[in-house]
């Protein structure tokens, strides 16, 4: 019932900058934290920032903290990752998820999260 489809991602050089955005489906989106994730080549599925349903608390892994910034926009089912200072090792993947319980907080865990985005791929060239 919930579809999520993200946008935004692109190749870009070491140093620069890329928003994502990812919108949602359905009517309880407001309820819901929301995270993204990535998959680099050969590597399994992380996490990478998570939001609460309200925005007002997040969570980001530590290789990212500094450089990006999770926010999302209730009144348009939209959340975004805006992602600085870009690395080549950011290079992946990227996928937005809603958590799978309208009462969890922050959670970091795949596992955690019922419903997926198709993906939109980020490539940092060196």
């Known amino acids: 019932q919930v579809q999520l489809v993200e946008s935004g991602g692109g190749l870009v050089q070491a140093g620069g900058s890329l928003r994502l955005s990812c919108a949602a489906s359905?009517?309880?989106?407001?309820?819901?934290?929301m995270g993204w994730f990535r998959q680099a080549p050969g590597k399994e599925r992380e996490f990478v920032a998570a939001?609460?349903?309200?925005?007002?608390?997040?969570n980001y892994a530590d290789s990212v903290k500094g450089r990006f910034t999770i926010s999302r926009d209730n009144a348009k089912n939209t959340v975004y990752l805006q992602m600085n200072s870009l690395k080549p090792e950011d290079t992946a993947v990227y996928y937005c998820?809603?958590?799978?319980?309208?009462?969890?907080?922050?959670?970091?865990?795949?596992?955690?999260?019922?419903?997926w985005g198709q993906g939109t791929q980020v490539t940092v060239s060196s």
């Open positions: 359905g009517r309880t989106f407001s309820r819901y934290a």
């Open positions: 939001i609460s349903s309200s925005g007002g608390r997040t």
């Open positions: 998820a809603r958590a799978a319980q309208a009462m969890a907080v922050l959670p970091l865990s795949s596992y955690e999260y019922n419903y």
